[in-house]
């Protein structure tokens, strides 16, 4: 009889998958809520729940925008101030040309998916690092919202109805109980759309494959450059949509702002379980990372704490978030 020397296995521990990453972020988000909840009695009233809903609304479109990108292994640091750009783009249109409200909305989401097609080709035929590129395009089109717009905001007071595209609420108007913003809709309507084209179309398909591993995906015959481009252009049409989201709840195109939304979009990102490295995510797991983004801030706001420390507690949510990532490659 041969006596075989057996290997011990190696303990595995806990399998962080990514359903597990976003059943840890979603009861991060309950426990938030709760906490917020039992220290101030005015974190859950009306006002509050739809003040959230509404900042949420543009951070979680612009989350879903940049989720697309950051699934094909890329990034894009241009969606906030993109968020601007189309912004101005729609109060030129609409308060400088008097052109009706459609057109004002097309001319939004037309500049935005252009803007996408540039950083797309940038990246993909130039093979400038998406880092690079899309921060170069958040310079020039930073730049360029001032230039257009004169330094000066750009308001919407002689465009009936555009403060209804995120203000008004179709569902408070049949049902008074539920004034849930439009925007929150537009919002939900965004993510069924970007959800539908990752899981049901060769666009998704591609999306995820490119992020996977593109060198693969390029030897088995795939124009991949298009494929890449095509991505960026659709995520910068989702920030169009952002843009008018922002414009109608300001009622004005600030040129100033977006620096800086990037920022929260892409934590948002993070958050909800979606890799830096490529290849994995889904807009479910964003759009909780974008309510835990918005509740995180306005809790602490309303507990008084000062904007500082509201930073350090956000980053800190970040790094946890991508250690997690990390944790999970390791294991799989």
Known sequence: MTDT??????????????????????????????????????????????????????????????????????????????????AVICGVVLTYLGMPLPLGILAAIAAGTASGLISGTIV??????????????????????????????????????????????????????????????????????????????VLGRYTFALGSNEEAVRLSGVNTDRWKIAVYALAGGICGVAGLLIASRLNSAQPALGQGYELDAIAAVVIGGTSLSGGRGTILGTLIGALIISVLANG???????????????????????????????RL
């Open 124 to 201: 993909a035929k130039l093979k400038v690092p998406p880092f690079i590129a899309t921060l170069g395009m958040m310079l020039i089109l930073k730049g360029l919202s001032l230039v257009i717009s004169g330094t000066r905001p750009i308001y919407f007071n002689d465009t009936p109805g555009f403060t209804q595209i995120a203000q008004g609420s179709i569902i408070g108007s049949v049902f008074p109980a539920l004034p849930i913003p439009n925007g929150v809709l537009i919002l939900f309507l965004v993510a069924i759309i970007a959800a539908f084209i990752l899981g049901r179309t």
């Open 5 to 86: 020397l057996a290997t011990p296995a190696k303990p595995q521990g806990i399998r962080i998958t990514g359903a597990f990453h976003r059943l840890l972020a979603f009861s991060g988000l309950i426990a938030l809520v709760v906490v917020f909840s039992l220290a101030s009695p005015n974190f859950m009233q009306t006002n509050n729940v739809l003040a959230i809903l509404q900042a949420t609304s543009v951070n979680g479109v612009l989350a879903i925008a940049a989720t697309l990108v950051i699934i094909t292994g890329g990034i894009d640091l241009s969606v906030g101030t993109l968020m601007t750009f189309c």
């Open 300 to 330: 602490l706001r309303i507990l008084s704490v000062a904007q500082e420390w509201q930073t350090v507690v956000t980053g800190t949510i970040i790094i946890l978030a991508v250690y997690a990532d990390i944790l999970r490659r390791r």
